[in-house]
């Protein structure tokens, strides 16, 4: 075999300080000559850096790994005046730092009403009864011997962006749209637990109950229940995390999350709807006339752009990627397009794969800052037709009342120093 | 707007607990007399859960969340006597307790050679050189600069199942199959890099070196640099952990994962293999004849059943689901055979979308155990027609002394008892 030191050798004599400090010198030299772009300008270290020279540390040490001390700004965040408690509130996903489509389950935003609740999977229990043939409760042993599927699709609180609707601006893209995240779920489909109890004839709506002290209750179609609704035990591979209903949620693909109910204690079958409060006094879009609509589930085609964003600071002319993610509660995204002058004209940004119904959609798009104040915004197009509205258009049909659905195009101003702004055009 | 109690008299004057007691009533007659399936014979408990009763933790006490306390033994193991020290060691991730194909970046296995590098990311510099026109430097910004993707890759070490090969036989799906996780990447493509660069007509050899303190260097041909080879900053949305390279890695999709370097700092151009010694006396496939394969870097097809495994015992005879894995570093997985009476007959388990290439496919497959000793295994088909090969092919062809690229297809026996044991027939 091989001596230990062939590596070495291969490098034609040079050991590695001086090969890299030959190539300081040599790089210095050419780049400088290169100039303008970015790469070029910056300087060759000739010294090994300090984490080279060390063993860092073992295999032993870090069980459960977790993020760099360099990355500490990527958390979740909530906002004090919003709630007047901490039990029934949100924190937001940081958006503007994170790329692809899966969030990470450490950031995957949280709206609890009271309190995450922390349960003993052991003595957590399912109960499925009402207008069924045979009520069943199941353990959560019963539950992971059914057959089972992954599903990637988006979670997204009915009331993100809301705090737009009166003309509020928060200046952060995190607080703008975080309260979404995209997560690969793993489960049984509710359909499965439902013909295991047998629906009787007038077997119409489906009430939802969690086992969290708000025992957070939504009603919903039959239909949903027997198409892609779904009860999920795993969220990007591990068991939910407890903020996301640990150890059973229910997933509603493509509806207000609110309804995609955690910590799953009950599914009862009923002949029309419960109107729970929180599908009436809260989750409710509230009309210019004072009535509301009665439910409006779906989470229509929306889209943002995560950098820049008011979290970011432009760093002088050059060339730089355009990061954004699009989603629609009824489907695939089929375009995403982007204006650089608020509005005027539109170009079209290519999208990453995989392009998947009811799942974050990501774009990227390289785009060459001249310096100049520039308004900047996405809208997003779904395979039914339906194009992203500007916040006029939405204001129009439904006023400024409301806290829920705004799907409205998002503008960043980036001004001339670099700094960018949420600001509303259009 | 209707009253905050409108959900309670929803439910028909039945308040919260005397409606559960009286579903305990009915259920309880009606599941004794089901029988049978597993769901029926739980009890439903006529009180509340206590985690009902109280509130939970606020949305402010976890901006980075982590896994229920009921998940602990969900993590990343070493084995102490593998190796000298756990600077040169590996941990693995525990497969038996996870579902779908993402690999959660908290339990994603590593493998250092000199321990896991922390490095700051403002001074981390990314030097390319060599034989191309002009050499560069870049910086984490510079990168995240350039035109960028996502992709959805597995990286596999080369001595994953490399314990075997000689007759041990770990008992845990952890340990056998392990080194092995799979995640979306965003990053630039190296083609990209080196365009900039400008390759000069001899470049035919591209190495790779890592800023940990093993400075570990692999050669790979240009063609594959132009090819699929990525440079990643960002694992599962949020940036790479630094036990997987922070704050860049080189990924090789499909080949063995220490050619994947880590802490990327420097690839340089060149018209021969370096032969470095992580490609000669390590990473090498040892022959009966003494002499070894030059190269061997794509990780052939291989599966594994991670549901039930050693880890796991098997709760009686009745209906269960069998989970497992199946990869390529050749393409996409075309099919997954099972069999249950030890490779004399075999089905075809569905596969889950989505099926990506060089990327984890899951599998599940409802199974009935009757409680009798049987022995349970799985072999993947890539689209090259490629079968996951049996351990006596495997020696056949390359006798006993190797330690990597073991991709033999895994047997478990489920003995009587519902316990599982690794077993290695034919």
Request: aromatic residues 10%; glycine residues 10%; hydrophobic residues 40%.
């Amino acid at each position: 075999m091989t001596k230990e030191d062939g590596g070495r050798r291969g490098r034609a004599g040079l050991d590695r300080r001086s090969l890299l400090g030959g190539a300081a010198g040599v790089g210095g030299t050419l780049l400088a000559a290169a100039g303008g772009a970015r790469a070029e300008e910056a300087a060759i270290p000739a010294e090994l850096p300090e984490w080279s020279r060390y063993l860092g540390p073992g295999v032993d040490d870090e069980p459960y790994g977790k993020p760099s001390k360099y990355e500490a700004h990527v958390i979740r965040r909530n906002v004090e005046w919003l709630t007047a408690s901490t039990e029934s509130s949100v924190n937001f996903t940081p958006l503007p730092w994170l790329n692809g489509i899966i969030t990470p389950n450490g950031v995957f935003f949280e709206r609890h009403h009271g309190g995450r609740a922390e349960i003993d999977p052991t003595k957590h229990r399912l109960l499925i009864h009402g207008l069924v043939e045979k009520p069943l409760v199941y353990t959560m042993e019963d539950i992971k011997r059914l057959p089972c599927e992954d599903r990637i699709w988006f979670l997204e609180c009915a009331a993100n962006g809301g705090m737009e609707w009166r003309g509020a601006q928060l200046n952060g893209c995190q607080y703008v749209r975080g309260m979404i995240g995209c997560a690969q779920w793993t489960g049984v489909r509710l359909k499965t637990l439902l013909e295991r109890s047998g629906l009787k004839p007038n077997a119409k709506w489906v009430l939802a109950e969690g086992a969290d002290a708000s025992a957070l209750t939504r009603s919903f179609p039959i239909e949903k229940a027997l198409d892609d609704a779904f009860v999920a035990y795993a969220q990007n591979g591990e068991a939910l995390r407890p903020g996301q209903g640990y150890p059973l949620r229910l997933i509603l693909p493509g509806w207000e999350a609110n309804m995609s109910v955690k910590w799953l204690r009950r599914i009862e079958v009923g002949d029309a709807p419960w109107y729970t409060r929180w599908e009436t006094s809260k989750y409710t879009d509230l009309l210019p006339s004072g009535k509301a609509y009665k439910f409006t589930w779906v989470q229509e085609a929306n889209s943002v752009i995560t950098w820049p964003a008011p979290e970011h600071k432009v760093d002088g002319p050059g060339q730089y990627m355009i990061r954004g993610l699009a989603w629609s509660g009824r489907g695939r995204i089929v375009r995403v397009d982007l204006t650089f002058d608020g509005g005027k004209n539109w170009v079209t940004a290519p999208l990453q794969e995989p392009i998947l119904p009811k799942a974050l959609t990501r774009f990227y798009y390289p785009w060459r800052w001249d310096g100049s104040s520039v308004i900047i915004a996405s809208r997003a197009i779904d395979e039914t037709g339906y194009v992203q509205p500007t916040i006029t258009q939405l204001r129009n049909a439904r006023g400024r009342n409301s806290i829920y659905h705004n799907n409205a195009i998002i503008t960043w101003l980036v001004n001339s120093s670099g700094e960018v702004e949420n600001v509303q055009v259009a």
